[in-house]
């Protein structure tokens, strides 16, 4: 057997690559026909009810802005629900037929429980789920002096899109829906200072990859992107003032640019068109192959750029006990202070709630936008009393 394998393992490789070569031209004529005829019988959706997580800015928003001009009904959720004020009159104003806002965290079991059965209360189904939940770093792994932000890491970028999908599953499965995932090429591009990022990111696609198996009747759109707009140059853990602590996750930091809207653009077309995949842009898809078949020639090019800016320095402020603010207030570090609590990524099963993270202060109100009228709600429990303001 070893001997088998031996011979495999010099055969397999370059023959893969020569069949690959001759039969380029028919794949890409089959792929474009396929894409044609995808696009001419695209779903419609309008009066489609599509929850969006993450919606508060950046990736999540400008989703909820491309849907919102297919006239779909709209489940814009965020932990911060005055960002999703704005965003939510926006796209009522660009086309959507229904915008229904709603404060909660995604990392947590009980609150997806909460926004999508409430929408399945409100709109008697859901159609597309679309998970753009995330949290990026900046900073090399020994550089991180407070590991609790690494369970935070996993959390958002993992727990924060299973847990919204494992609840909408069955209400997808009665409608023949969608999942569309926010992922990133460096879930197989090893990018240096994104080693946590990059972990979660690959456990995500693997998770997304089996469960499209599994689930038949849902479709599951997986889509990719590089470093667009100023998401990876800005920082990614902030303290806010006031609070204990607090984060900033990657869809609550303000991107703007081309890019982001092309990459939203993207997302909501593919997924209309059932891809199940949405790259961009597409040529980072090089790489892989010299991951597979080259993959020193990769490693050599990352260390030329790395000794091509010299000596390391500090990237991040996390977990190296400097200020993270500049303002007129002492600083505050990471290190002799609150820290978060070190919890751990939990089975999707467990007894209880989840342990509370990424919080502070009490549960946020729900917010409805239909129309012409605006009506809120101070309890999550949607058989509250509510008020009305014309």
């Avoid at 709109?123 to 369970?151: C, K, M, Q, R, W």
């Avoid at 991040?316 to 400097?322: D, E, K, P």
Wanted: include cysteine; charge should be neutral.
């Amino acid at each position: 057997m070893d001997l088998i394998n031996s011979v495999l393992n010099l055969v397999v490789p370059p023959a893969s690559l020569v069949m690959l070569a001759f039969a380029w031209p028919a794949l890409s004529f089959i792929n474009v026909c396929e894409w044609v005829y995808n696009t001419l019988y695209s779903e419609n959706m309008e009066d489609k009810v599509v929850i969006i997580t993450g919606a508060s800015s950046g990736i999540g928003e400008q989703i909820a802005y491309e849907y919102a001009k297919k006239k779909a009904k709209l489940v814009l959720v965020a932990r911060r629900e005055n960002r999703l004020r704005g965003i939510g009159e926006n796209a009522r104003l660009l086309g959507a037929k229904h915008v229904m806002i709603m404060a909660a965290d995604v990392v947590k079991l009980d609150d997806c429980m909460r926004f999508v059965t409430e929408t399945v209360n409100y709109h008697g189904h859901v159609d597309h789920l679309v998970n753009t939940a995330s949290l990026g770093h900046t900073f090399y792994f020994e550089e991180a002096i407070d590991t609790s932000v690494f369970p935070a890491l996993v959390d958002i970028n993992f727990w924060g899109n299973v847990y919204p999908t494992y609840v909408a599953l069955p209400f997808l499965r009665e409608s023949n829906g969608r999942v569309i995932v926010n992922a990133s090429a460096e879930n197989w591009l090893p990018l240096p200072r994104m080693s946590l990022y990059a972990a979660a990111k690959a456990a995500l696609i693997n998770f997304y990859e089996t469960l499209r198996f599994e689930v038949k009747e849902v479709g599951i759109t997986i889509a990719t992107h590089g470093l667009i707009g100023s998401e990876m140059t800005r920082g990614k853990f902030m303290l806010e003032d006031g609070a204990e602590m607090q984060w900033k996750e990657e869809r609550e930091v303000h991107v703007t640019g081309g890019q982001v809207e092309e990459f939203a653009r993207l997302m909501v077309e593919g997924a209309c068109r059932g891809d199940a995949y949405v790259k961009y842009p597409s040529w980072y898809d090089i790489f892989l192959l010299y991951r597979v078949f080259a993959p020193s020639v990769l490693g050599w090019t990352f260390r030329l750029l790395l000794s091509s800016n010299g000596a390391r320095r500090s990237t991040s402020l996390i977990g190296t006990s400097r200020p993270l603010l500049e303002s007129s207030s002492p600083p505050k570090h990471l290190s002799g202070g609150p820290r978060l609590p070190a919890t751990t990524g939990r089975p999707i099963l467990e007894a209880g709630s989840p342990p509370k993270l990424l919080t502070g202060g009490g549960s946020p109100p729900n917010f409805l936008l239909t129309g012409g009228s605006f009506t809120f709600s101070h309890q999550h429990n949607p058989h509250q009393h509510q008020q009305k303001m014309e």
